[in-house]
């Protein structure tokens, strides 16, 4: 059984469009978080939620829009997309927003390009 | 300056080779550590928190100087199996649960 799962796995697109992906959890877990990790590799947070409410956003261009329709699912949409926007984007969850044994699960990722 | 600054290497070492990983943090805030393990074209996974007394987990060694603010972790007996990316990751104190994370150092464990 897949904790976090993202879908799509792989995202091809070009300049201008709008695209989304999709994350959900079947751990019961209450937050919900995406970062995006860059091509250097360095991984850094975009949003969180707890319970469908927004409690961590990063500076993040608000061409970038988080949704949770429930607690079990965050999907990020991204508006006119451009070429820095390609990175691997990575869903992740955990049975809290608290600090202290609260360990982070992340999805696979999402290989997102813009061409 | 990033708040949290690792070697990114690599680190080309020989199977049962002991190596040691450094990682320091800016914020004298943060008040949880952790080493994440990231596989290639793969996610990011917990390795281990990392205590102020230390703490160990098999053959993996985890260290924290606060008063240095300076993270350390040390895997004896490498494996061929250990080569990966090692990310230091720290919470702020007031900062919720946002990890954040260092630029990673790379580990390749040769024959």
């Known amino acids: 059984d897949t904790a976090v799962s993202q879908t799509p796995k792989y995202l091809v697109t070009q300049m201008g469009n709008d695209k989304s992906i999709k994350c959900e959890q079947n751990?019961?877990?209450?937050?919900m978080y995406w970062y995006k990790q860059d091509s250097k590799k360095f991984l850094k947070i975009m949003f969180s939620y707890n319970n469908k409410e927004l409690i961590i956003n990063e500076t993040v261009p608000n061409r970038f829009s988080p949704k949770s329709p429930d607690k079990a699912h965050l999907n990020l949409h991204i508006n006119s997309l451009e070429l820095g926007d390609s990175a691997v984007y990575f869903c992740?969850?955990?049975?809290?927003?608290?600090?202290?044994?609260?360990?982070?699960?992340f999805g696979p990722g999402t290989r997102l390009t813009v061409l | 300056r990033k708040e949290v600054e690792q070697d990114p290497g690599p680190f080309n070492v020989p199977e049962g080779a002991t190596v040691a990983f450094n990682c320091t943090y800016s914020?004298?805030?943060?008040?949880?550590f952790f080493w994440y393990r990231q596989d290639c074209r793969k996610e990011p996974k917990l390795l281990m928190s990392?205590?102020?007394s230390g703490n160990e987990d098999g053959r993996f060694t985890a260290q924290l100087n606060r008063a240095s603010q300076y993270i350390s972790l040390l895997i004896r007996d490498s494996k061929l199996s250990d080569s990966a990316t090692y990310l230091c990751v720290v919470i702020r104190a007031g900062g919720g649960n946002k990890l954040t994370f260092g630029t990673g150092t790379q580990l390749k464990v040769e024959l």
């Open positions: 914020n004298s805030a943060s008040q949880s």
């Open positions: 751990l019961g877990h209450d937050t």
């Open positions: 992740a969850s955990s049975p809290h927003s608290g600090t202290g044994d609260n360990e982070q699960f």
């Open positions: 990392v205590y102020s």
